[in-house]
């Protein structure tokens, strides 16, 4: 394919959508954050224990995160993704309102399972459209932009949820108005911005798949609907029996084989001891997401060929989804932290925390998007060199942050190793966008998410969280995690050196599999 596409600008009205996108992306992770201020007093309120708390921030959202986006992916590829993202924003902004009525744990694990269906269609969708309006040149900066409104969205609801929580429990010690005590008030308050958005982001264009790349675009899906059920049965259990059965014996034995194994790895989970509903969970996902690799290979050849069937892009996730591993733990119980051990106040620690994270994020992944795109000018796989040195230079800032006594170090700590770390997300993104074909960008940008959620968001927070409630220290629970950080370096090596010939080979493995160029 010629590189015809370095010449090109990007339109304004593609400025105006990415911009529209880095708010979704606020909301996103406003919705998704706020808890991390509010945990104490959930915790305190509802009878919770760390590991529960880690359990509701991470496996609860993250594990239907990614098994819905998988579907809700395939759906970006075949729909239009302007209206998937709406009506996504309108979900998830909802549940997160509905959160603030939660009374038992269970009411609000099943209001977070709500919130992770909803946002699993933001990224796929707003990846696949970046990467229509912006060409090559420019698309690791125009995601990095995107996915600074992560970080930006931390600081938000770490700020908003702390303030409203002290000062809604200072106005109503004995609970306001419907009964509803600071950390109900907050999530109520921070769900509504979400609908009104979402009227705005129905109004965006649809652009051409493949256009920014000069690509013939692929033809209309004829039943995108029904597309996206299919995947659905691929995906969730035990649907999942039926559709392997329909494919013939050897695939319904094949399916069997996988779940016997995940059944038996649980299995002696709760052996040891370990809490049922975390690796429930967690073994529901791991089932799910084979089921759906062994139904994608029979029904599209190519597109797995690209994917699960590519080492280097699933180096690139695993290496990614281990350095989310340690920053979604960091992310969620830093304000604990100092809450807890440091002593401060909701509104005080949401401020320093909120603002250093929306910052060094902010900062690390725009940076990190420009300087990405500068190295894989002369590099082929130079934007892994982010990805490498993401897993390695934050380690010693959390070492510091999570053993120190003062707030001050804390915070300076707090901001390097969110800057280092964030530095790797957009050039992680980008890789994995390069090396598919376009009508394979919201499933290329769901099986990524698999990693930033799956090994991420569903177990670092948890496993933190667990490993302080049986030690009793919660700068114990986090700092166990780095023990991961050298598989975490091996994966973006591997990544490193097999990116550029999968790159290169990219159309002609896809037209080996059967892909109509």
């Not at 929306?358 to 990805?387: E, K």
Request: a positive charge.
């Amino acid at each position: 394919m010629s590189e015809t596409d370095t010449a090109q600008r990007a339109p304004r009205y593609a400025w105006y959508v990415l911009f529209l996108l880095f708010l979704v992306y606020i909301l996103n992770f406003v919705d998704r954050q706020i808890i991390s201020i509010l945990a104490e007093d959930i915790k305190r309120d509802l009878g919770l224990r760390d590991e529960d708390l880690g359990f509701l921030y991470g496996t609860a959202f993250g594990v239907f995160y990614a098994l819905f986006g998988i579907p809700l992916g395939r759906l970006a590829d075949n729909w239009h993704r302007v209206r998937l993202m709406t009506v996504g924003l309108a979900l998830w902004s909802t549940m997160t309102a509905l959160s603030g009525f939660s009374r038992t744990g269970g009411h609000l694990a099943m209001a977070r399972i709500g919130v992770g269906i909803g946002e699993a269609t933001a990224s796929p969708a707003a990846y696949s459209l970046l990467s229509d309006w912006f060409p090559k040149r420019l698309r690791a900066t125009a995601l990095s932009v995107y996915a600074a409104g992560l970080y930006v969205g931390v600081g938000a609801s770490l700020f908003v949820g702390g303030l409203i929580v002290q000062r809604w429990n200072a106005a109503y010690p004995g609970g306001g108005p419907l009964g509803l005590v600071g950390w109900q008030a907050a999530f109520m308050a921070v769900g509504v911005p979400g609908l009104i958005l979402a009227i705005v982001i129905a109004t965006l264009r649809e652009p051409t798949r493949g256009q920014s790349e000069g690509l013939a675009p692929p033809p209309a899906h004829p039943a995108p609907f029904r597309s996206f059920g299919v995947e659905l049965m691929t995906i969730v259990p035990p649907f999942t029996l039926v559709t392997a059965a329909r494919q013939g014996s050897r695939a319904l034995m094949l399916n069997l084989a996988g779940l016997a194994v995940v059944v038996a790895a649980v299995l002696l989970l709760f052996a040891i001891g370990e809490p049922k509903p975390q690796w429930i969970a967690v073994g529901t996902g791991v089932y799910a997401v084979y089921s759906w690799a062994c139904a994608l290979r029979r029904r599209d050849p190519s597109t797995f060929a690209l994917i699960i069937g590519t080492p280097a892009f699933l180096y690139s996730v695993v290496g990614y989804g281990l350095n989310a591993f340690i920053s979604y733990a960091v992310g969620f119980w830093a304000a604990p932290y100092v809450l807890r051990d440091l002593g401060m106040a909701p509104a005080t620690a949401g401020l320093m925390i909120g603002g250093t994270a929306a910052v060094s994020g902010f900062l690390g992944t725009t940076l990190g998007g420009i300087l990405a795109d500068r190295l894989r000018r002369t590099n082929p796989a130079g934007r892994l060199v982010l990805v490498i040195s993401g897993a390695i230079l934050p380690i010693p800032f959390v070492i510091v942050a999570f053993t120190t006594t003062s707030a001050v170090l804390f915070a300076i700590c707090l901001f390097l190793a969110g800057l280092f770390s964030s530095n790797a997300l957009g050039a992680a993104a980008a890789t994995t966008q390069d090396l598919v074909m376009p009508r394979m960008r919201g499933t290329a940008t769901a099986t990524f998410f698999i990693g930033t959620t799956l090994l991420g968001l569903a177990m670092g927070p948890y496993l933190a969280g667990r490993v302080s409630t049986l030690t009793g220290s919660l700068s114990t629970g986090v700092l166990s995690l780095v023990l991961t950080a050298p598989i975490t370096v091996f994966c973006a090596v591997m990544a490193y050196r097999l990116v550029p010939e999968a790159e290169r080979t990219r159309e002609a493995r896809a037209a080996a599999a059967g892909e109509v160029l």
